[in-house]
Every structure is written in C-alpha cells, then in structure tokens.
C-alpha cells in the first residue's frame, strides 16, 4: 500500500494516524491499481518543456526543476521508470490527449483542457504571470496596451485569457504567439513585440538579460496539477494525489526541499511567515478534500461516458450549425443577388420589352421571393454574430430621437404601398440620448418597425416613441392601434421563429413569405440585452399592441438637442 509505503520515512508520527484514516475513508485498500504501483514496476512517460524553474531540461539533457524533483520522488516510492519526452508547450498538450505521453506536469485547468484530458485533485503548486517589456517602454497599466502587440506562448492558460483581453472596448491588443517562454521575452527585447506575458517563476532569473522589467500588474493567479492522459494506466491520478497528502504532510519531505531549491529563490522571493502557517493549514484543508474528491471521482466517472458523448453530440451539432450559418453568407447570397439583379433588369426593361403579361408577373415573383429570402438570410446571419459574440459594440452617444425620424422616412416608401393610415413620431418629456452602439439601435428600430407594420394589419396608426421615466431609464417603444394578439402569445414572441396571430407558432411558408420569419423580435431581445435593457410587450386583441425596449437610466442622457426634437415632432 502506497501510504503505509511512505509513512516509514515521510510522514511525520502526528500525521501517521490521519493518513491512515484518509486512506480507510477513501478506500484506496480496496484499490487494485495504487497496490499494483507499489509492487510492481511501471514505465511512465513525462512530458517535458522548457519552463525553468518548475520544469527544464538542462544544459546535460536531465530533468531539472520543482516537477521532476518531486516526481523522482514519487517514482523512487512507488516503483516507477520516468522517461521524460521534451516537447513544446502546444505539442505537450496534444500528445497527453493522443496518449503519446501518460503525465504532463505544470498544468492549469481550463474548461478545454478537461475535455481532453484528466487531472488530479490536489493542487501542486500556485503561479501567477505578468507582463514585460523594455525598460525604456512607456506601458505601465493594462489600458497602455491598446493597439500593442502582445507575445505570449502558443497553448499556454496566458494565451487562452490574453484572448478575453482582446475584446474589451478598451484593449485592441495584436497576440503574437511563440512555441517557448523564452522566445516570447527575446521577441519583446528585438522590438518584435511591445511586450510579452509568461509566468513570473521563469521571469524572474532572466529578465535581466534580456534587459526587460515587469510592468507590475500581477495576472492570472492559477493552480498546477499534473495532466494525465486517458490512456494511462487507470488510478495514477489518485496515486499521485496520496503522494501529495503525504509530502505535504511533512515540512522534511521531497516537496518542501524542492519548494526550497527551486522556488523559494532567497533573492527573489521570501515567504512570510504567515504563509508557511497557511499553507499548513492548506494541506490540512487538502487532506480532508483529497478524500471526498475521491469518493466523489469514483461517482462520477461511473457517468462520465454518457455524458461526454452527449457533449460531443452537442458540441458537433454546434459547430455544424455555426459553419452552416459562416458558410450562408457566400454560398446563398451571392446567387440570390445575381436573381434579384437580373429580376429588377428585366422588370425595368433594361434590354427591351419583356413581352406577355404574365412574364412580368413572373418575374416579380422571382424578385420578390428573393428579397423576402435574403432578408430571412441577413437576419440569421445576424442572429449568429450576436450569439457567437462577434457583432461587437462600439457605442456612443446617440440622439433618439433623430434615430427615429431617420426611421420614419426608411420605411415611408413601405407604408404608401400598404395604404397606410399614418406613422408618427412621438416624442415625450425631454430629448434623450442613449449611450449605444448606433447600428444596433436602428436595428432595433427598423425590426419593431417592420414587425407592427407586417401584423398589426391594414390601415392602422403606428408610433415610434421615445420616453423618459420618472426613475430616468429610457424607454424606446412602437405601438399600433392594429388586431393585436392574445395576452398568452407574448411570453414566447421573442423565441426564434414565433410569430403571432391566429396561427400562432406554426412554420407555415406562406405565413413567412409575406408576414416575416419570426426573428425580429428574438434580435431585439439579444440587441437589447448587450445594452442592459429589456424588451416587454402589452397587447389585446382587436386593441393593438405596445413593444418597449427599456435602457437603464446610467445610460441616458438628456442634454438637449433641440433641431432633433423638432425633426421628430414635425
């Protein structure tokens, strides 16, 4: 047994009675493959990078640093053979999934990397990152690196959260990406970088040399654990667990001499006194948890496989529904303009009379059903890129009330052909303007738009509005006095090709060809959102119907422009 193993030279005589009950809680006795361990000899391949140092091959070819000192240790007690296979951080990580090595130390958990492979329970070790950059650099905070190029390691857990930094409205940072830690500093010492992200245990001893200073904002704090892959011999998680618990155990043992040499640097780093007391505490803490996470793998691995082939499903379903929609874009538009095109030149007798009536019939049909799916395209499209979150905000300070005069006169054309009765504007209390990107506030303005004007019915009155409540939110609403729709149908108007009226719900295709899609709506809700606002809707039959997008009040404002005003009032 693999802690009574231990316990003859490691575990401190206070400890010896707490790991024995650990172990009697967790029912390693019972287990085949930690006994197995003990016994018999196993050949283990070790995944290697250049990441001095917790884990290097040195200038001879040997393992060297935190990872390898301890894992010498763990193999010496447990009857292993290490055979470390150097690789590249990226390369690393693909051969622990394909099973080309059985152990990865040094790892940060991700989402995506669960997915590929296993950990084990007990952290190994805490690391942080920073940046770096020249010392005559001017960036000293975050929002410096705005339109900067950022190196940083290919694979690593800096480059998979660097990519979070790249969508804030305020960082537009270029990501360069390297195989090693030291490509990326030398790359930021020749210029080809303005600064470079690696952790800071291997920062610490060559940022000299490559003459950079860190900018001083400590990032991304992360645990370690050693990946394993699943195709490894089963349970070397939960070995490699219990010899933690014990190392930790003890302040004499293999890991705390190892903390010691290569990470406890007395030029660098000095740990207070508190923090050996907590980490004490931490491994109490760890022995405790180590146990119900075991009892706890055990439950759920029982489940895993079902469950990883319906995320695997999903995922493939997903990622078939996105390159359908990317793909929808050149595949599909593309022909429907060129029959739009050639419809409208016919249509307008380019070349020439067309002749029989009936062609010209035709024709329009043709060019009118074109229309009527290349818009059901652009609103798919723009479903995608909002759901996806790549339709990103750039927001400003928009006057509302210019927007729906603006409004007022796209859809003039449409509603002379509906024989509409009138459409206004109505704008109450003082002018607004909304803090907002200006093309989804259109969008959300055309989209109610169209939608009153394409169910409310024949002849009826329709209102853009823009008021200010008494808590200062903003309140951006299309009313009619048109047929309206029962109260049930509202709560699922706003799901994806819903529509109301007296065949509710149904994916009727003639329904669609001349009333819409039922994705207006469902656009506005997600538009809406990304703006902290909410879309509520009232409505009776035979009475008409209200739909109002609320914003919060922290982003209106109500300086006032008044030409906008009388535009919209006149």
């Known amino acids: 047994m693999i802690v009574s193993r231990f316990s003859d030279r490691w575990i401190h005589p206070n400890w010896r009675s707490l790991a024995g009950a650990i172990c009697a809680l967790s029912g390693m006795t019972a287990a085949p493959a930690p006994t197995a361990y003990a016994e018999d000899r196993l050949d283990l391949r070790v995944g290697i990078y250049q990441n001095a140092p917790k884990i290097f091959m040195d200038r001879n070819g040997n393992a060297s640093g935190f990872f390898p000192d301890?894992?010498?240790?763990?193999?010496?007690?447990?009857?292993?053979?290490?055979?470390?296979?150097?690789?590249?951080?990226?390369?690393?990580?693909?051969?622990?999934?394909?099973?080309?090595i059985d152990i990865l130390p040094d790892v940060a958990q991700s989402a995506e990397r669960e997915a590929r492979f296993d950990f084990n329970a007990l952290q190994a070790l805490h690391s942080w990152s920073d940046f770096y950059v020249r010392r005559d650099s001017p960036i000293d905070s975050l929002t410096d690196l705005d339109g900067r190029r950022?190196?940083?390691?290919?694979?690593?857990?800096?480059?998979?959260?660097?990519?979070?930094?790249?969508?804030?409205?305020?960082?537009?940072?270029?990501?360069?990406?390297?195989?090693?830690?030291?490509?990326?500093?030398?790359?930021?010492?020749?210029?080809?970088?303005?600064a470079g992200?690696?952790?800071?245990?291997?920062?610490?001893?060559?940022?000299?040399?490559?003459?950079?200073?860190?900018v001083g904002i400590v990032l991304y704090p992360t645990s370690l654990f050693f990946g394993i892959s699943r195709h490894a011999e089963p349970g070397l998680a939960e070995v490699i667990d219990a010899n933690l618990v014990v190392m930790k155990s003890d302040t004499q043992s293999a890991y705390y001499v190892a903390l010691h040499r290569w990470?406890?640097?007395?030029?660098?780093?000095?740990?207070?006194?508190?923090?050996?007391?907590?980490?004490?505490?931490?491994?109490?803490?760890?022995?405790?948890?180590?146990?119900?996470?075991?009892?706890?793998?055990?439950?759920?691995?029982?489940?895993?496989?079902?469950?990883?082939?319906?995320?695997?499903?999903?995922?493939?379903?997903?990622?078939?529904?996105?390159?359908?929609?990317?793909n929808m874009s050149h595949d599909l538009r593309t022909p429907l303009n060129s029959i739009i095109g050639f419809s409208e030149m016919i249509d307008a007798g380019t070349?020439?009379?067309?002749?029989?009536?009936?062609?010209?019939?035709?024709?329009?049909?043709?060019?009118?059903?074109?229309?009527?799916?290349?818009?059901?395209?652009?609103?798919?499209?723009?479903?995608?890129?909002?759901?996806?979150?790549?339709?990103?905000?750039?927001?400003?300070?928009?006057?509302?009330?210019?927007?729906?005069?603006?409004?007022?006169?796209?859809?003039r054309p449409l509603i002379g052909?509906?024989?509409?009765?009138?459409?206004?504007?109505?704008?109450?209390?003082?002018?607004?303007?909304?803090?907002?990107?200006?093309?989804?506030?259109?969008?959300?303005?055309?989209?109610?738009?169209?939608?009153?004007?394409?169910?409310?019915?024949?002849?009826?009155?329709?209102?853009?509005?823009?008021?200010?409540?008494?808590d200062g939110s903003g309140k951006l609403w299309v009313a009619d006095d048109g047929r309206g729709f029962p109260v049930s149908q509202a709560a699922r108007l706003t799901e994806p090709f819903v529509q109301g009226g007296p065949d509710y719900g149904r994916l009727h295709t003639q329904k669609r060809l001349s009333q819409g899609f039922g994705l207006g709506l469902t656009i506005v809700t997600k538009l809406a959102s990304l703006h902290d606002g909410h879309l509520s809707i009232t409505s009776a039959e035979g009475q008409g119907s209200r739909f109002t997008v609320t914003f919060p009040a922290s982003q209106v404002d109500t300086v006032r422009s008044d030409n906008a005003v009388a535009a919209a009032r006149a």
């Open 70 to 100: 301890i894992m010498a240790a763990m193999a010496q007690h447990n009857g292993w053979q290490l055979t470390y296979v150097p690789c590249a951080w990226a390369d690393c990580l693909d051969m622990l999934e394909v099973g080309d």
């Open 150 to 194: 950022v190196a940083v390691m290919r694979g690593s857990i800096q480059h998979a959260r660097l990519l979070d930094y790249r969508g804030l409205p305020d960082i537009r940072i270029h990501i360069v990406g390297f195989d090693t830690m030291d490509a990326v500093l030398r790359a930021v010492s020749a210029g080809e970088a303005e």
């Open 197 to 214: 992200i690696v952790n800071t245990y291997f920062a610490m001893d060559v940022i000299d040399a490559h003459g950079l200073s860190a």
């Open 263 to 326: 990470i406890e640097h007395p030029e660098h780093f000095h740990m207070p006194a508190w923090a050996s007391w907590g980490l004490l505490s931490l491994a109490l803490l760890s022995v405790a948890g180590l146990a119900v996470s075991i009892l706890l793998k055990r439950v759920v691995r029982a489940r895993t496989a079902d469950l990883q082939t319906a995320l695997t499903s999903a995922t493939e379903a997903s990622q078939a529904k996105s390159d359908f929609l990317s």
């Open 351 to 411: 070349h020439g009379a067309v002749g029989h009536p009936k062609y010209v019939e035709y024709i329009r049909h043709v060019r009118d059903c074109g229309q009527r799916l290349n818009e059901m395209i652009e609103a798919l499209l723009d479903l995608s890129k909002i759901e996806s979150g790549k339709s990103p905000l750039s927001k400003e300070w928009v006057d509302i009330p210019l927007e729906l005069d603006m409004a007022r006169h796209r859809f």
């Open 417 to 470: 052909q509906e024989d509409r009765k009138d459409l206004r504007v109505v704008v109450d209390g003082a002018p607004g303007f909304l803090w907002a990107d200006r093309m989804a506030v259109s969008q959300i303005i055309d989209n109610l738009l169209s939608n009153a004007l394409r169910h409310a019915g024949p002849a009826v009155n329709v209102e853009l509005g823009w008021s200010i409540g008494a």
